[in-house]
């Protein structure tokens, strides 16, 4: 049985997005999905297509804040351009009629192979944005995972989707990072991810060009943008201030951190002095599952396992923080046999159907896509992310017939070549 909500979206009886098991249902599906899709998103045919739109209805500032990487810029255009650098061995004439895109990852099987990373400040882009994003991963089937860094509280977005993950900036302060895991481990979390490329932010020159900073001043550059883009600075900055306040940074520590307008200084300082010592600590004191996030050297992902880290997050954060880093899809194909039993993930860079399965087949366990999902909350919400996540589903459907795979766990590094 299956009710529509209020925003118009269909689910099951408990709220979950329909499962689809065969490739006549989910071609059925696609062809009513297809006749309900809302007009205004009748022209975002890719993921691509969510930062095209995006750029019209954000102000500058915030857009680059999402769209930019650090420096140059290489670090963010490797991660994307490795997938370039393979192709296909599809095998011909496979009954693939019984397609099934579901993963079995940490307990719990999952509607697609790929989830929500986490994405700061996603509030202040999209208005409840990290709700927003929980409430379309939980009626899709996929995992979301809430950053350290959101305006709103862990205890909101477990409340809204209870198989959420929580991600954690973490200082080099054992007594610190106690409190904060004992208040993620109170709330209900069972998936913890500690990100470890951030001991410092990373060089954003795009943000001092376009006006963006944190916390935000109110410069004329500032002031005229939010003129100039009305239904962002009603729809998010002036009906969040209006429903709830000044927006905070809920949870850099274990206390509630300051507002977001305010100069006082947030949970950036000591994290320079994180070490595999404090992961080892954590490792001890957390019961649930623990990920290392941020890590590209097939040396840092062993150390992990060896800390008793139950999987990693291969991730260049997006090209956000080390410039000329290696794209994440490279450092999975070289990881190989030393995977063993632990999970690897891979963010960075991935934009279609064809990205994850790429990924896949090199080894890695599942993927997480992150700005087209933040655009596709900041002009549709909660409908517009489903709708992302739904063009992305039926890609991978779609490949995995041309491949000529049923499962996903059929992928092998033999159905794909580099050069």
């Known amino acids: 049985m299956s009710f529509t909500t209020q925003d118009g979206a269909a689910t099951t009886q408990d709220g979950a997005a329909p499962g689809i098991t065969t490739a006549e249902s989910f071609s059925t599906s696609v062809k009513r999905s297809a006749q309900a899709t809302p007009f205004r998103f009748r022209d975002l045919l890719s993921l691509g297509d969510f930062e095209r739109h995006a750029r019209r209805h954000l102000p500058p500032m915030i857009f680059q804040y999402v769209a930019g990487g650090v420096e140059t810029g290489a670090a963010m255009r490797t991660a994307s351009g490795a997938y370039e650098h393979y ?5 011909m004439m496979v009954d693939t009629a019984g397609r099934d895109q579901s993963v079995a990852l940490f307990g719990s099987t999952w509607r697609a192979p790929f989830g929500v ?3 700061g400040g996603a509030a202040f882009v999209a208005y409840r944005g990290d709700l927003v994003l ?3 991963a939980r009626r899709m089937g996929v995992p979301m995972i809430l950053s350290a860094s959101a305006l709103i509280s862990l205890e909101d977005v477990i409340a809204r989707n209870p198989d959420a993950w929580f991600q954690a900036y973490l200082a080099g302060d054992q007594t610190r990072i106690d409190r904060l895991v004992d208040r993620v481990q109170a709330a209900g979390y069972r998936t913890l991810v500690v990100t470890a490329d951030t001991p410092v932010l990373g060089n954003r020159e795009h943000n001092i060009r ?3 900073s944190m916390p935000i001043r109110v410069t004329p550059k500032v002031a005229v943008q939010s003129a100039l883009h009305p239904r962002w600075l009603l729809g998010v900055v002036a009906r969040t201030y209006w429903r709830h306040g000044a927006p ?9 951190g300051p507002p977001m307008m305010s100069r006082a200084l947030r949970n950036t300082t000591a994290r320079d002095k994180l070490s595999w010592r404090h992961l080892e600590a954590i490792r001890r004191r957390w019961k649930g599952n623990l990920l290392v996030k941020g890590l590209l050297t097939v040396e840092d992902a062993v150390r992990a396992r060896e800390c008793g880290a139950d999987g990693i997050i291969l991730s260049s954060h997006g090209g956000r923080q080390l410039d000329y880093a290696p794209a994440p899809l490279d450092v999975l194909a070289e990881l190989g046999g030393e995977k063993r039993t632990m999970k690897v993930i891979v963010d960075s860079g991935i934009r279609r159907g064809t990205d994850v399965l790429k ?3 090199l080894g890695a366990d599942f993927v997480f896509v992150g700005r087209p999902l933040m655009f596709a909350a900041a002009i ?6 489903l709708h ?5 589903k039926e890609e991978i459907h779609r490949d995995m017939a041309l491949l000529g795979v049923n499962r996903l766990d059929e992928l092998t590094p033999d159905f794909v070549r580099r050069g």
């Open 87 to 91: 192709s296909f061995r599809p095998r």
């Open 117 to 119: 990373p986490p994405l």
């Open 134 to 136: 929980a409430e379309a």
């Open 210 to 212: 376009s006006g963006f």
């Open 248 to 256: 905070h940074f809920e949870n850099t520590e274990a206390e509630r």
């Open 359 to 361: 990924a896949l087949a």
């Open 380 to 385: 549709g919400g909660v409908p517009g992310v």
């Open 388 to 392: 992302a996540m739904t063009i992305l």
